[in-house]
């Protein structure tokens, strides 16, 4: 059983479109973090949430404690944001991080 | 401001023998964490540290692997005999004051294990 569940696994859009990652997990948590992971390895920590929403530029992260769900959305989606991005929390009981498998995201031109 | 640096970047070795990664973290960043990515098992959290001292390393996979932070800037991950299987991309990275900031990552280590 997975603590932390992305979905879709892989989406392909079209330039301009607006994206939608889900992630569900199923522990208590202090923390979530999205990453992206670009082509070529590097890794980058885009939000650390651990109630309501935050924005950066294109990229919005909600979190909603209760129903123990996040989503990670691009507006106005571009090539560039082609990568793979990872949902991962902090738990509230035992010093653990559990992280998803990822949603490999493809903006096509 | 030099970000969390890694070394050696590639590295290619023979099964059994004696394998050392390198971490720099982020001058002031209290938590440093080691991860292994592969494309079986995706990103794992093997072991983290707060202050130098070790906090959770119920990632690490068995007794071969051992991790050290002899001091604020610099800890190492050690595999000792190293075996195929340890073929993966090691992550070290590094957060500021508490567990839940941000993480700074560095460019990894590729690891090959013939």
């Known amino acids: 059983k997975n603590e932390v569940e992305q979905s879709p696994q892989n989406l392909t859009a079209q330039e301009g479109e607006f994206i939608t990652i889900n992630c569900s997990y199923s522990v208590g948590i202090s923390a979530l973090h999205w990453l992206q992971q670009h082509p070529g390895g590097g890794i980058v920590s885009l939000f650390m949430l651990s109630s309501g929403k935050k924005k950066h530029g294109r990229l919005i992260a909600t979190i909603n404690i209760q129903e123990k769900h996040s989503s990670l959305h691009i507006t106005a989606s571009h090539p560039r944001d082609s990568a793979v991005y990872i949902c991962?929390?902090?738990?509230?009981?035992?010093?653990?991080?559990?992280f998803g498998t990822g949603t490999s995201l493809t903006v096509i031109p | 401001d030099a970000g969390v640096i890694q070394s050696p970047r590639h590295e290619v070795t023979e099964m059994g023998q004696e394998v050392t990664l390198r971490c720099k973290p982020i001058s002031g960043h209290d938590y440093l964490f080691w991860y292994r990515q592969t494309m079986m098992r995706g990103l794992e959290l093997l072991i983290y540290?707060?202050?130098?001292?070790?906090?959770?390393d119920s990632g690490m996979p068995e007794d071969r692997f051992s991790a050290k932070m002899p001091n604020a800037s610099f800890s190492t991950l050690k595999i000792q005999p190293s075996e195929p299987r340890d073929s993966a991309v090691y992550f070290c990275a590094s957060s500021l004051r508490t567990v839940t900031q941000p993480q700074h990552f560095g460019d990894g280590t590729r690891l090959s294990i013939l």
């Open positions: 991962a929390v902090y738990s509230n009981t035992g010093n653990q991080f559990y």
């Open positions: 540290f707060n202050n130098n001292v070790p906090i959770d």
